[in-house]
């Protein structure tokens, strides 16, 4: 016979968390199953007819996590399972994510190409998987280099230092090479979807909404209930394949750890999606594995560090940023769709002139993936010639893309031309493939 417990438990951050309790918890004595709900705040326990599990059993073994718990009923859990709103809270975090989207939008940081200018946004990424090292994600990934290395420690007790190390190598050099693999899958996807600039400035606005909603919950302002996440059961097929006594596990095991569900990881993974590019997002996605890679190496100085007030500070931080860079996409998604979102009413204009009937503008598309001039002016009903200098890496503006006549077109590094025929009055922004640079052509 067995008995169902139910207990409310405090101090989960995300879907990574749940493969956390289920892993420990079963050990316990006289548990059969557990099941974990981060959305729900709850931990649902079947148990031994004859067994006492108590809270006290439960915090001695993931304590250290900073779980707690409480005994409650069914009914009870559900109408506890999401925390108190804060509006002071809400508002102050709201000031904070506004004035580091300013900074980030003034400073250039929110502009990814892959130059050795569009680098700053690469250590953005660097520096959020620091921060991911450092939290629950590494509790589970850190769970399962320590299982595998018990693994192999049964299987050959007297195994010499280069053939214990070897599994821990073989882990990271999989979660790198998987990471940077599977990212660049994740870029072509995005690629598959951008079907027009319409359909990819939706798409990109529907990552942004997932992006800006994962950040929140990593700065736990609003209730719990939102959780993207990849299906439970291939984070647990992935927690179970550490297991195997099989050599090649530890280098596969590391790739696969791209599907545990971790907010940071999946605010990445959207971020690289957004992108429309194997290679952008290949490079976002090692970037992110990089910056978990020193924890990861010292597993033990990792776990340790992943306590107290400093990682939910460090944590709030990253949240903010993942919250940035989904409202950056926000922008970059109004822009593909056509919204103008900035005013060009005063700015200054490139010079005109007349050439066998046609109006001639004349643009340069810098290595910063930016235009000069960003605003151009033309008179209606002439037709256009329009000569675009492009220099030798564009990033993201290797692709001028204007929405609303329709207009996708490749640039070439050095010289190109299009042609425009006679256009009605009006302002026609255009952009990038991905829509993180902007300009206006203006039609009077």
Not at 74 to 80: A, C, D, V
Not at 245 to 268: D, I, K, N, W
Request: contains cysteine; proline residues 4%; positive net charge.
């Amino acid at each position: 016979m067995a008995k169902m417990l139910h207990f409310r438990v405090l101090g989960t951050k995300c879907a990574a968390c749940e493969i956390i309790l289920e892993r420990e918890l079963r050990h316990i004595r006289g548990v059969k199953k557990v099941n974990a709900s981060h959305e729900g705040g709850r931990v649902d326990l079947e148990v031994e007819d004859d067994a006492h599990v108590t809270v006290r059993d439960l915090e001695q073994r993931v304590g250290e996590h900073g779980y707690r718990f409480e005994m409650s009923d069914s009914r009870t859990l559900q109408l506890q399972n999401s925390t108190t709103l804060s509006w002071k809270r809400l508002g102050g975090t709201a000031v904070i994510v506004f004035a580091l989207y300013l900074v980030l939008k003034n400073t250039g940081l929110l502009t990814f190409s892959p130059t050795v200018e569009g680098s700053t946004s690469l250590g953005a990424v660097f520096l959020i998987g620091l921060v991911a090292a450092f939290s629950s994600c590494t509790a589970v990934v850190g769970g399962l280099i320590v299982a595998m290395s018990s693994t192999a420690a049964k299987a050959n007790a007297h195994a010499t230092f280069s053939e214990k190390i070897r599994p821990y190598v073989l882990f990271n050099v999989g979660r790198v090479a998987g990471f940077a693999a599977l990212g660049a899958l994740t870029g072509w996807i995005g690629s598959v979807l951008s079907l027009s600039s319409s359909m990819n400035g939706i798409l990109i606005l529907v990552i942004a909404v997932l992006m800006i909603g994962l950040g929140v919950n990593l700065l736990d302002v609003l209730p719990s209930g939102f959780s993207i996440r990849p299906p439970k059961f291939l984070s647990r097929r992935v927690v179970a394949l550490s297991e195997s006594r099989h050599p090649a596990v530890p280098f596969v095991l590391g790739a696969l750890t791209y599907f545990l569900p971790c907010g940071f990881t999946q605010s990445m993974q959207l971020y690289a999606l957004s992108t429309g590019s194997p290679s952008h997002a290949a490079l976002i996605m090692t970037a992110f594995a990089l910056g978990t890679l020193p924890a990861l190496l010292g597993i033990g100085a990792a776990t340790s560090a992943a306590k107290g007030k400093n990682l939910a500070y460090l944590t709030k931080v990253a949240g903010a940023v993942v919250v940035v860079l989904g409202i950056s996409n926000v922008q970059n998604g109004a822009t593909l769709l056509g919204w103008n979102t900035t005013s060009a009413a005063n700015a200054p204009t490139a010079e005109l002139f007349m050439e066998d009937g046609r109006q001639v503008l004349q643009m340069e598309v810098t290595s910063r993936a930016t235009y000069v001039p960003d605003v151009l002016s033309i008179v209606a009903g002439i037709p256009v010639k329009w000569e675009i200098e492009g220099a030798k890496s564009m990033g993201c503006a290797s692709t001028l893309v204007i929405p609303k006549l329709g207009v996708s077109t490749r640039l070439r590094p050095g010289y190109n031309e299009l042609a425009l025929g006679p256009l009605d009055p009006g302002v026609y922004p255009f952009t990038c493939s991905m829509g993180m640079t902007d300009g206006t052509l203006i039609v009077q």
